[in-house]
């Protein structure tokens, strides 16, 4: 089942620019974006937060058998970022060589297409990453 | 709290059914589950239904008051159930409060999943949903995906190698080899398990469990009543739940799933006894690390050591601790919704001394494990037989 | 006060395809095309690339490089032949991407391979006219190339993204010229997946033309000859045309050598003579003028009278074209008719 049209439209912003949140409290970051702070819950003072987008690999897979409508990418690297500030968030790495991706390689974020099922259908775009351009 | 028991249990064949409908199926299961509680079905006073996704798979939601219709228990509540690949679990859970605190004595708890009236490609998107839909799903992650990324973490942390989470799949066909439920009757190497296709590096196609269609059903008794009218009762000593972050970047570690280590020290507590007293378990082994995962969340090995142990045969048949006697899902089958029910049925069976060809000796206390999507949800319980 | 470009980015994909990898599987003679397009390899997009994806890397890199906050960007046109959607703006994903959303003014434009310079020309017409702080104009292309056709070898992918301000500007615009005829040469209806051409026709009557009447019409408006410019950009379909259109015009071969890209990652069409700017800021000095012309199929050109400033060695780019293009992959042509939708799914 493809994602509704308003949903995906909702965290256009977000997905685009790699924007979560940030606890002033705490100074803990969350992406995708809380809006309570888990650790201090209402007593933290919670602000929107642009992600530099920069991190490093803390784990990957490569998919070779893909859900409907990612079939064409296969295979793709899928992974677990841990972003320079501290948050994780699972994301695709592309531009790169399944077989050599490391765990602990540094990546930057990238802008790509996420989601095109259908030519008469929506695009979606957003984040992936890709090993630092030196 | 009132005691419970569990005076019957049933299940149908888990396989690829072509000829069976998600009603029958559940009728077939429940039937055989009245049966096996001696008796004759006007005496439930209350049903709960899991069942994952058959809104995705069949187009037909509302499926707890399907099942009371189908089994001809109109007017008596039904409910469903859903927590993923836990609602099973979660039915049983809630029939068991039900009990438990006075409101019913009589309660039926059943789990079903039809898979393969959809297209594998469908059933395996359906399952996604299990995650998280907007920050995981959306990204290309499949389930196989999600459970990869955890055992790489668990290979560089721990040093748990292939071979080590292949030895949990080879086991676990070999023990199907007893149980003319499971859906896989071959046995396997662990070298069929490293040479099969890669589906989500490290795990290929051999560590995953397979998509069946099943159904199973207990009958659940308050204690008081379970003893008056039957001798093959078995009593629940234990009932607990946890929850942890839906998507799997959100946890706080890769290589365990708190949620079962919360439920498990809850459980164990409940039950008053420590990991050493479970004589037989099964676990939600989704995928070869899950299992490996799991026996070390369940504190039946240390953490890390959970492979070195599969490889070592200390959860085959004739180990120390049995692990998925029923080959568990990834050889008996893994009907989404209904394999938190399967288990309890394996346990049961355990406990009455009714597992044959599989038997562990002397099983006083058996433990169920069941997880929902990559560790959000965890049910865990303990039964145990009477002295 | 002087008004001009205040930063720039440029974004290419990294996978690469030999035209010889290509003559293999068509049973040309590599020798023959590399000599007669003066080009050797040309880059292909990844696939999950296309000239939204470029546009939005390009014009982030633009952004960091002019050191500005993107909300001051008041006006945005991507141009494109290849735009994502025949009916749903470049231009808003890419404004979205950078935070220039909401308050500008944004659209698409079509004009084949100068549509990115028609764009750069409508933001700097804002900026004079007042009505903006700062303004983008991106030109960004994933053409497709008939499989067998000539224009299989060159039809690359890339995009490039310039910024124009007056506040720290790094190169003004001193001029702007524009030559416009109604020349069939190349074009695309809306349904058809390659462009048709006009074979031979598209030279003289084609890019020749135009080109010329746009670099002589600036120059003429400007009151300069070829030897008043210490660079000039033409717009590069393959590595034989811009040369003899230079040759033509009085230029010498030095004066173009720094902003002919296309030979190394192909004709990146709507970014191509945005590209070679690039490539030529990326050496300038202060005090170097510039003359650009760019040629669009259909046809016109658009043209530049540019003048480098000192602010150029404050600003540090981070990615000069030269650099940005050596990192490369090269891809077969299976897994480039793959990445190019060529496979009937």
């Known amino acids: 089942m493809k994602p509704g049209l308003p949903l995906l439209w909702r965290k256009t912003r977000e997905r685009y620019n790699l924007i979560g949140t940030k606890c002033e409290t705490c100074g803990t970051y969350y992406i995708p974006e809380r809006k309570i702070c888990a650790k201090c819950r ?36 899928l992974a677990i970022i841990q972003l320079e500030e501290g948050a994780y968030i699972t994301g695709q790495v592309v531009d790169v060589n399944p077989e050599s991706v490391q765990i602990g390689q540094e990546v930057e974020m990238v802008f790509r297409k996420i989601h095109d099922d259908h030519p008469e259908g929506l695009i979606t775009y957003g984040y992936k990453f890709r090993p630092i351009l030196k | 709290m009132r005691k419970v028991a569990v005076v019957g249990v049933g299940m149908s064949k888990f396989g690829e059914l072509w000829d069976v409908s998600l009603r029958d199926l559940v009728v077939q299961a429940g039937v055989e589950a009245i049966k096996d509680a001696h008796l004759e079905g006007s005496e439930i006073q209350a049903l709960y239904g899991g069942t994952m996704a058959s809104g995705r798979l069949v187009g037909q939601e509302h499926v707890a008051a399907l099942i009371a219709d189908a089994m001809g228990l109109n007017p008596i509540p039904a409910t469903r159930v859903e927590g993923a690949c836990a609602s099973g679990g979660l039915a049983f859970r809630n029939a068991y409060f039900a009990i438990a605190s006075g409101a019913y004595n009589v309660v039926v708890a059943g789990g079903v999943e039809k898979m393969t009236d959809a297209t594998t490609a469908e059933a395996v998107t359906a399952l996604g949903g299990a995650g998280d839909q907007e920050w995981e799903l959306l990204h290309g992650a499949t389930f196989p995906g999600l459970y990869a990324l955890m055992a790489r973490r668990h290979m560089i942390e721990y040093g748990t190698t292939e071979e080590m989470m292949a030895a949990a799949a ?146 085959a048949l004739n180990g120390r601790i049995p692990i998925n006697t029923s080959g568990g899902l990834k050889a008996c089958g893994h009907p989404v919704g209904a394999t938190g029910i399967k288990q309890i049925v394996e346990i049961t069976w355990q406990l009455r001394g009714q597992a044959e060809g599989r038997q562990v000796k002397d099983a006083q206390y058996g433990l169920t494990h069941n997880v929902g999507g990559s560790g959000a949800t965890c049910v865990v319980h303990i039964l145990k037989k009477p002295n | 006060m002087s008004l001009g470009i205040v930063g720039y980015g440029v974004d290419v994909p990294i996978y690469r395809i030999k035209a010889a990898e290509i003559a293999r599987v068509w049973g040309e003679e590599e020798a023959r095309i590399v000599h007669g397009l003066g080009l050797s390899e040309k880059s292909v997009p990844a696939l999950d690339q296309d000239a939204a994806t470029l546009a939005v890397e390009a014009a982030r890199r633009a952004v960091k490089h002019a050191g500005i906050d993107p909300s001051l960007i008041n006006s945005l046109f991507v141009g494109s032949e290849s735009h994502p959607y025949a009916v749903k703006p470049t231009a808003t994903i890419v404004a979205e991407a950078i935070g220039a959303a909401p308050v500008l003014f944004a659209a698409d434009h079509e004009f084949a391979c100068k549509a990115g310079t028609a764009g750069l020309i409508n933001s700097y017409a804002l900026l004079k006219a007042g009505e903006i702080e700062y303004g983008m104009g991106i030109g960004a292309d994933t053409s497709q190339g008939r499989p067998g056709d000539a224009l299989e070898y060159s039809a690359g992918a890339g995009a490039a993204a310039f910024l124009v301000g007056k506040k720290d500007v790094i190169a003004e615009i001193q001029g702007i010229y524009s030559y416009t005829t109604d020349t069939p040469d190349f074009w695309r209806r809306e349904h058809a997946i390659y462009p048709s051409h006009g074979g031979r026709f598209t030279g003289v009557p084609g890019y020749f033309k135009h080109v010329q009447g746009g670099a002589k019409g600036m120059m003429e408006k400007m009151g300069t000859r070829p030897s008043d410019y210490k660079y000039a950009v033409f717009h590069q379909p393959n590595g034989k045309f811009p040369r003899a259109v230079a040759k033509q015009l009085g230029f010498t071969p030095e004066q173009i050598e720094s902003g002919l890209i296309t030979p190394l990652i192909g004709n990146t069409y709507s970014a191509a003579s945005l590209i070679g700017l690039a490539a030529t800021l990326d050496v300038a000095k202060p005090g170097d003028r510039i003359l650009v012309t ?27 074209v030269r650099e940005l293009i050596k990192q490369k992959v090269y891809i077969d042509y299976g897994t480039y008719a793959k990445h190019r939708k060529k496979l009937i799914m």
């Open chain 2, 170 to 315: 080879a086991k676990n066909h070999h023990n199907a080899t007893f149980n003319k439920y499971a859906q896989f009757k071959e046995k396997i190497t662990i070298e069929d398990v490293l040479k099969s296709k890669k589906v989500a590096d490290p795990l290929k196609v051999l560590d995953c469990s397979p998509i069946t269609d099943g159904a199973a059903v207990a009958v659940l008794m308050d204690l008081e009543t379970a003893k008056k009218h039957t001798d093959n009762y078995v009593e629940i000593v234990a009932s607990a739940q946890a929850s942890d972050t839906l998507a799997l970047h959100d946890r706080k570690s890769l290589t365990e799933l708190r949620a079962a280590q919360v439920a498990a020290k809850e459980a164990y507590k409940q039950a008053g006894i420590t990991p050493e007293d479970i004589d037989v378990a099964e676990v939600h082994d989704c995928f070869t690390i899950a299992e490996i995962m799991a026996i070390e969340d369940l504190g039946f090995f240390p953490k890390g050591k959970g492979g070195q142990a599969t490889l070592d045969g200390e959860t």
């Open chain 3, 294 to 320: 760019s040629f669009g199929s259909g046809a016109g050109s658009d043209a530049f009278d540019i003048l480098v400033t000192d602010k150029i060695l404050e600003k540090n780019n981070k990615y000069p």
């Open chain 1, 42 to 77: 209402r007593k933290g003072k919670v602000a929107p937060y642009t992600f530099s987008g920069r991190g490093k690999i803390y784990s990957y897979t490569v998919i070779r058998v893909a859900p409907e409508d990612y079939e064409f990418f296969v295979p793709y690297v």
